[in-house]
């Protein structure tokens, strides 16, 4: 029987599955042709407490192992939780280990320990070493309430709470190392927000992605009370998942910890040397997020695929080519409703902010096109649902109007419109698929 969290994990992602708009959750890419590559990512850092006592600090631990290595990481940083008094220490083992009311890191107590802010030294020396930032807010505050395991938590207010605590610390590691981030991975993954907003509103604001992960490299939970048995099991589920299928982790993303665990002790540094050595063995690159996704940019679409090329240069250039759970889904029939959304250019995360005055033809969408050619035909009614079909000969007649109104020259404009015409006889006369979707305004807004 499952559980509740199982439950809601699954409805989540459904719900991601159905969701379209310019920022993508990425938890895993498809496979990079010939080769196996995966990225670490380390949350809660910086970290300057000792990873035992009588050792370095705990990030710098972390810096060196990857180092030695030859791997590259991505740090999910937070700012500072020292601001989040008067709190109360929690039970040791358990979700308020580190504070009832609101996180402490790394530990109850000790926050000047931790943080961008109080220790702006080791967010330089990770940039320098070639690492990446990813965005773990500020105060590292929940986004919204949540009944479990935080039902005692403190969280943020407001959307515009949770933009504000954001972008401090995306201005704050600007200023201090010229650092623009581009991912961000909401603390405890709380998502919602008051109001009926989610992380994904939030992050479409500062032009993030959404940092997931797709295993779990353990280091967090409570500890054994036997810290070598604590290192161990990080180290296990990884062999095993490896020793049943090499290739599994190919394209994958790994939690850890850059921190304590719920029981204040620090196996991850420890775990992370195995582990290493472990993905060494099985041929594995490490490196950063920003490069993994440089290799590999979807889930269920791999670089070597036909349609890759096109898919790829509609996300570049600010369109919206994904469901938010970064799946193409190229087969599945589209709708007016996602044309419309994939037709016009997001901003996010590549191309800039779009001005309001839609002043191009490219900023119509060909939604508009297709409504404004129905209604000229009496047959507008057809486009008015979310999940009314795309008819091919109105795709196809919409794009090429479009040509026809784009700032491009006469040879530019009568090769892309040749290209549309190319890519609708080979679809045949099925229905519009995601993928020839693609496909099309690829060609139409890009020439590709």
Same mark, same amino acid.
């Given at each position: 029987?499952?559980g509740p969290r199982e439950i809601y994990r699954k409805l989540k992602n459904y719900r991601l599955s159905q969701k379209i708009g310019p920022v993508r ?67 040791? &083992? ?6 009832? /009311?609101?996180?402490? #890191?790394?530990?109850? *107590?000790?926050?000047?320990? $931790? !943080? ?45 709470a949770v933009v504000e605590d954001l972008r401090a610390l995306d201005d704050f590691v600007l200023s201090l190392c010229g650092v623009k981030m581009e ?12 109001? &009926? ?6 992050? /479409?604001?500062?032009? #993030?992605?959404?940092? *997931?992960?797709?295993?779990? $490299? !353990? ?55 195995r582990q290493l050595a472990v993905l060494k063995a099985y041929g594995y690159e490490v490196v950063t997020v920003s490069e993994l996704l440089k290799m ?153």
């Amino acid at each position: 029987m499952q559980g509740p969290r199982e439950i809601y994990r699954k409805l989540k992602n459904y719900r991601l599955s159905q969701k379209i708009g310019p920022v993508r959750r990425i938890d895993r890419v498809a496979p990079v042709p010939g080769r196996r590559v995966v990225a670490i990512t380390f949350d809660d850092g910086p970290c300057a407490g000792p990873a035992r006592p009588g050792t370095e600090p705990l990030t710098l631990s972390i810096l060196e192992t990857l180092k030695e290595a030859g791997a590259k990481g991505t740090f999910d940083i937070i700012g500072s939780t020292k601001f989040k008094y008067p709190d109360t220490k929690g039970k040791n &083992g358990g979700p308020y280990w580190n504070g009832v /009311r609101y996180d402490h #890191y790394p530990e109850f *107590g000790q926050d000047h320990l $931790g !943080g961008a802010v109080n220790q702006p030294d080791l967010v330089k020396r990770i940039v320098a070493e070639g690492h990446q930032l990813s965005n773990h807010g500020f105060s590292h505050a929940a986004f919204g309430p949540n009944k479990y395991p935080y039902a005692f938590r403190g969280f943020l207010p407001s959307f515009d709470a949770v933009v504000e605590d954001l972008r401090a610390l995306d201005d704050f590691v600007l200023s201090l190392c010229g650092v623009k981030m581009e991912l961000g991975r909401p603390p405890h993954y709380i998502d919602r927000i008051l109001g &009926g907003y989610d992380a994904y509103d939030a992050y /479409r604001a500062l032009g #993030y992605m959404y940092l *997931g992960a797709s295993f779990d $490299g !353990g280091g967090w939970q409570a500890s054994t009370g036997d810290f070598q048995r604590d290192v161990e099991n990080m180290v296990r589920p990884l062999e095993e998942a490896l020793s049943n299928d090499p290739d599994c982790l190919n394209g994958s993303i790994i939690f850890h910890k850059d921190g304590y665990n719920m029981s204040s002790e620090a196996p991850a540094p420890f775990g992370l040397k195995r582990q290493l050595a472990v993905l060494k063995a099985y041929g594995y690159e490490v490196v950063t997020v920003s490069e993994l996704l440089k290799m590999s940019q979807f889930t269920d679409l791999p670089p070597d695929d036909p349609l890759y090329p096109a898919a790829e240069a509609l996300l570049r250039a600010g369109y919206i080519v994904t469901y938010a759970d970064n799946r193409v889904r190229p087969s599945k029939p589209i709708t007016v409703r996602e044309l419309n959304l994939m037709s016009v250019p997001a901003g996010v995360p590549y191309a800039a902010q779009r001005n309001s005055k839609l002043e191009d033809a490219s900023d119509r969408g060909l939604f508009q096109v297709i409504s404004q050619r129905m209604a000229a035909k009496g047959r507008a009614g057809r486009f008015s649902g979310e999940s009314k079909k795309v008819d091919r000969k109105d795709i196809m007649e919409a794009c090429l109007d479009v040509i026809s109104n784009l700032s491009i020259n006469e040879e530019e404009c009568a090769r892309r419109k040749a290209l549309v015409l190319k890519r609708s006889r080979e679809a045949g006369d099925t229905g519009v698929t995601r993928g020839e979707a693609i496909w099309l305004l690829a060609a139409t807004f890009l020439g590709v």
